[in-house]
C-alpha cells in the first residue's frame, strides 16, 4: 500500500459525500460517517425522479444537518432555460437563506447569477460541467466556482496530471471525484439520448436510461453473434473502496458516493463501508509513523458523541450483524476483500468494477450481460434432481433466507433474458464446491433453464437487516460547548454566568442567580468536582460544558436541587437566546433580494460584463479576450431579413469537395484523421467568404495536448471549439465558434463565451424546443448565435469503445488493432433503428441517431427572429446526397421551397427518414 501523502499536520482525509434522495436516506448519510450530504428539491436537480425535497424544508434540512457537523449541498445541476432565470434567482437566494454549504451546478449562467446574488454561497463546478482538464479546473474557477467535481472517464494518472498542472498554474482548487455507484458511458453534460428519442433531456434531470438497454452490433452490414451480450452501453458499477489509499495520496479532496435514487439502506451500507475504509487510512498512517490525520476521521465520530458509539456497539452484539460488519470492514486479505466486495454488490450494483480509474481496459467496462440490480455471481446450475433439488456450483456459503436468481437466456438478442428465482428453503452441502438446494416458496418453473446458466445471490435478509438498523440509527445533534462560570459569597445568592456560546464569547454575559442563599457547609461544600458534576449533565439539550471558571470561597453549600434548578434554567434562556438571535447580515441581505427586480434590472448588465481577472491564479492569461477579439475580422451580422447565412458540417474529404461552388458562408471539417486535415483547408480555400474551419474533439484529456496541433498546424479560417482546452488554445489563433457542446441555455451562459473568450458566436443547446431557442435568440446580440437546423444528433460520447471491446481482443488504443478504421458499425435498438458508430482522433465513440433531425418547418419563424446563421451536418451521406442535401436547404432559404416540402422531399431522399427533433415542440 503506497502511503498517504503527508503535510506539515498529518495526512489529509478527504471528504466523504453521500447521496440524500430522502429525509430516510440523508439521516442514514449521517448516522453512516457521512461527512457531508448533496441533494436536490424539487426544481432544477439531475434526478427529479428522486422524491427530492422541497424548497420550503432548505432551512430544517441545513440546521438539522449543522447540528450534527454535516454539510449540505445543494444540486442545482441542469440547464437553466431563459425564462427560468428569474425562479433559478429565487433559489439561489432561498439556499443563501438556509445556509445551504454549497450548489452543486452545471450551467454556466447560473454560476454567473449565483456568483452576483450570493457571493457568501460556495459553488461547485458539477460533472455535468465534463471537466476533464486544468483547463476546465481553470475556466470554473474563473467562474467563482471553489470546487469542482471531475469526470467519471479520469483515471488515478489523469489525477495526478491535473494535480501537477493546476500547481504549475498556481491554481489551488479542491478536487471531488465519484467513488461508487453507477456510471453513465456517455460523458455527463454530453449524453443527448434522452433528449433525442424521448424529449427527456438528461441535462435536464430526466434521462430515460437509454444505455441500459438491450442493442444489437451490426458489423459492415452483418449481425455480429454476441452470445449472451447483448446491452453493450451498460457498465458496471463504480467501485473505487480498494484505491483510496491512492486517491488519499493523489489530494483528492472529496470522495462522492452515487445513489439519490437509492433507498435508505443502499447509502447506510455504502456509506458506512467507505466509512471504515477512510479510517483504516488513517490508522494504518498511524500504524507506519505518518502522524496525525487531519479532517474527517475518528475525531468527528467522537465529536457526534459517546452515546452514539454505545448505541452502534450495542447492535453490533448481534452474532449475525457482526459477521455482516466483518464482511463489510476493511480488507486485510484477498478473500475479506472479495467478500467485502460481494456484499457491497448486494446492496446494490450491476456487477462492481473500478471503472476508468486503473486505466482505460474497455473488454471490462462493458460485460454486457445484464443492466439492472443482481448481486454477486455466485456460481451456475448443474442440474436439477427429479427430487426436487437444485444442484448449484458455487465456492460461497449459502443458508435458509438467501434470495438467488438464475437466468435463462432468450433467443431475441433484442429481448433481456428471463430472470427465475426463490429464496434458499434448505441447503446441503454434496462435495467441494457443489451444493443442493431447495428453492421457494412454492414451486418454481425451472423449464427454460439449461445446464450453466448462471446464478446470482440477490438478497441477503440477515445484511439488509443489519443496513436497515444502520440507516434507522439515531444521530443526535453534536453538543455545543459552554464555558460558565460561578462565584458567590456566604449568605448570597450563587451567580451561574453564561460567558461564551459555541466558542464565541456573549457580548453581556448572562447571568443567573439561586433562589437561596449560599450557607456555611457542614458537610462537604461546592468544590469544582461537584459544580462540575451538576451543571455538566446537559445532555440531551444539545450542550456540554466545556470550561467552568470558579470565584468561590471554601466550604460553601447550595442544595442539589438548586443547583439543578440553575441549571434548567440555563437551557431554557439559552434556547430563547438561540431563536431570537438575529439572523447574519449576508443572510438577511440575501434574503431581502426580489429576484424579479434583480434580474430585470442586472441581468443584462450580468450579460454584457466582461468578468474582472482580479484574483485569478498567476499566470492566467487575461489577455485571450483581447487576442481573439483582434485574431480575425468578425462575420458581418445580417441585417433584419436578410437572408441567413448557412454554413455546413462535413465528415469526410469527398463531403467537403462535393460543396465546392455552392452558396456557403463557410465549411467545417471535422474529420478523423489529421493527416487530412491540412488536405482540407487546401480544398475549401477561396471556396467560401468565411473560408474553411476545422472543429476538434469533444473531450480533451490531461495528456491530450497533442491533439490541438493537428488543428494549429493545419491553419484553417477558424476553429469550432468544444472545450475549455480548445478555447484556452485556439482563440488566441483565429476565429472561433462555440460549438453546441458548450451546453449555452441561456442569455448568461453566451455572454460568458462571447465576452470572456471573445468567440464569434455560440451555438444553440440542443436541448431547447424552438420557444426556448426563440427565447435565446432574443436575449442574445443580433448575428450571436448559430442554430443547427439539419444533424444526426450525437446520442452517446463516450470513453467508451465499441470497436475494441467487441471487435478486437486488446483492452485499448495500443493494442485493438484499429477496427474503427476497418469495419463499418451499426447499434440496433429494439425499435428496429440502426444508429451508426463512429471513434473520433482521441478513440472515444459517438452513437449517432438513426433519423435525421430537421428543423426546416421553423425556418421562418427562426428568420423573423433574426437568426443570422444556420448550420447544416452532414454525417455519412455520399458525396451526390450531400450536394443534394445542402442544394435543398439553400432553396429553402431562398423561398424557392417550403419547409413543408423540404422535410416531405428529406423523407423521400434519406434511406433513414427525418424526424423534427428537439425543435418540434416546448417543454
Known sequence: MTPPQQTNGGVRLPELLAPAGNWDALRAAVANGADAVYFGVEAFNARLRAANFQRQQLPELMHWLHQRGVKGFLTVNV?????????????VLEASAAGVDALIVQDIG??????????????????????????????????GCERVVLARELTLRDLSRIQGQLAERRLAMPLEMFVHGALCVAYSGQCLTSEALGQRSANRGECAQACRLPYQLIVDGQERDLGDQRYLLSPQDLAAWELLPQLVEIGIASLKIEGRLKDASYVAA??????????????????????????????????????????????????????????LSPPESDHAVAEACANLELSFSRGLGQGWLQGVNHRQLVHGRWSKKRGPLIGQLEKIEPSGWWLLRCSRQLRPGHGLV?????????????????????????????????????RLDASRLRPGAPCWLSSDPLLERQWQRQANAPTPPIAKPLTLAVRGQLNQPLELILIAVANQELPSPLVLRSQLPLA???????????????????????????????DLP?????????????????????????????????TSASASVAPSSWVSSDLPSLQSAQLSTAGQPDGYPATWIAKASASGPASPLNPAGAE??????????????????????????????????REAVAIGRGCWPDGLWLAGARITRPDEAWSLEPLLRAEPSGYLVRNADQLERLTPVAPCIGDFALNVANPLTAAWFLDHWGLQRITASYDLALPQLLQLVAGCPSGSLEVTVHQHMPLFHMEHCLFCAFLSDGHDHTDCGRPCE?????????????????????????????RAQTAAEALPQLRKAGVGHLRLELLDEIAAQARLRVEQYLAALAGRLSGRELWRSEQLDSRLGVTRGSLKASR
Not at 412 to 440: K, N, Q
Not at 822 to 837: I, N, T, Y
Request: hydrophobic letters at 40%; proline letters at 6%.
Open 79 to 91: 440547464l437553466i432555460f431563459p425564462d427560468e432565470l428569474e425562479d433559478a434567482a429565487q433559489l
Open 110 to 143: 447560473l454560476a454567473r447569477l449565483a456568483r452576483s446574488l450570493a457571493p457568501q454561497l460556495a459553488i461547485h463546478g458539477s460533472t455535468q460541467m465534463s471537466i476533464t482538464s486544468a483547463a476546465g479546473v481553470a475556466q470554473a474557477a474563473a467562474l
Open 270 to 327: 455504502v456509506t458506512d463501508a467507505y466509512r471504515r475504509s477512510l479510517d483504516q487510512t488513517k490508522a494504518a498512517a498511524d500504524r507506519q509513523g505518518h502522524g496525525q490525520i487531519h479532517g474527517q476521521g475518528k475525531e468527528k465520530e467522537k465529536e457526534k458523541g459517546k452515546e452514539k458509539g454505545k448505541e452502534k456497539d450495542q447492535e453490533q452484539t448481534d452474532l449475525a450483524a457482526e459477521a455482516a460488519d466483518a464482511a
Open 406 to 442: 438464475f437466468e435463462a437466456p432468450s433467443p431475441d438478442p433484442l429481448l433481456p433474458p428471463e430472470e427465475i428465482g426463490g429464496r434458499v428453503m434448505a441447503v446441503e452441502r454434496r462435495r467441494p464446491g457443489l451444493l443442493a438446494l431447495r428453492l421457494g416458496p412454492g
Open 520 to 550: 456555611a457547609a457542614t458537610g462537604s461544600g461546592l468544590d469544582r468536582q461537584r459544580l462540575e458534576a451538576q451543571l455538566g449533565r446537559l445532555g440531551g439539550s444539545g450542550w456540554r460544558l466545556a470550561s467552568l471558571q470558579l
Open 554 to 586: 471554601d466550604n460553601l453549600f447550595l442544595p442539589v436541587a438548586e443547583l439543578n434548578r440553575l441549571r434548567r434554567q440555563l437551557v431554557a434562556e439559552l434556547a430563547e437566546l438561540i431563536t431570537s438571535a438575529p439572523a447574519s447580515t449576508s
Open 644 to 677: 441567413p447565412a448557412l454554413h455546413v458540417l462535413v465528415r469526410s474529404l469527398q463531403q467537403l469537395e462535393a460543396l465546392q461552388g455552392l452558396p456557403l458562408r463557410s465549411v467545417i471539417a471535422e474529420l478523423e484523421q489529421p493527416r487530412e486535415m
Open 822 to 850: 476497418q469495419h463499418k458499425v451499426l447499434l440496433r435498438d429494439r425499435s428496429g433503428a440502426e444508429h451508426p458508430l463512429r471513434a473520433d482522433l482521441g478513440c472515444r465513440n459517438t452513437l449517432f441517431n438513426a
